[in-house]
């Protein structure tokens, strides 16, 4: 109804890259978990409140993946809650829709996992960047794009 507070999810997973294979990997994650949260019994937003659902989007935004949100009704680390419920939770719904498990280990526990572990995504690499060599944009936008022809996942990417 026109008014009151509802539940909206953006998949922004494969515009997250950075790489080929993390965009892989995120699009894995996201549509697990979309899965995973669709055929559960209880509809995920009739159990948490829309302030606790906008509280634990402004931590996301300002903290990443050390973030602490409001799940369920318990304060859990984004970091933890992502290796211990969502990564096992997307995982298990893949594998129930017929995706293969070495593929799955592969997006989902060698390119999400380790980078959730080192807290190194692309927004991690970009300030780090920054912060060795200076606003040179230009030479970052040549890294980086040197970097996605690698083929390797963010959270292996020098700066």
């Known amino acids: 109804k026109k008014g009151e507070p509802h539940l909206r999810i953006e998949q922004r997973a494969m515009?997250?890259?950075p790489s080929l294979i993390d965009v892989v990997a995120n699009t894995a994650f996201s549509l697990g978990l979309t899965l995973a949260f669709a055929n559960q019994q209880k509809a995920p937003e009739e159990s948490m409140t829309f302030t606790d659902c906008t509280?634990?989007?402004?931590q996301a935004a300002?903290?990443?993946l050390g973030a602490t949100l409001r799940w369920f009704g318990k304060e859990r680390r984004v970091d933890?809650?992502?290796l211990n419920e969502l990564l096992p939770k997307a995982h298990a719904q893949l594998l129930k829709m017929g995706f293969e498990a070495n593929e799955l280990d592969?997006?989902?526990k060698d390119v999400i996992a380790?980078?959730?572990?080192?807290?190194?995504?692309?927004?991690?690499w970009q300030r780090a960047f920054i912060?060795?060599?200076g606003a040179d944009f230009q030479s970052m936008a040549h890294e980086?794009?040197?970097n996605q022809r690698s083929g390797r996942p963010v959270h292996l990417w020098n700066v």
């Open 15 to 17: 515009a997250s890259g």
């Open 106 to 108: 592969h997006y989902l």
């Open 80 to 82: 933890e809650l992502i």
């Open 144 to 146: 980086y794009l040197e």
């Open 131 to 133: 912060e060795t060599h």
């Open 55 to 58: 509280y634990n989007f402004y």
């Open 114 to 124: 380790p980078r959730v572990k080192t807290g190194r995504n692309g927004s991690f």
């Open 62 to 64: 300002q903290k990443g």
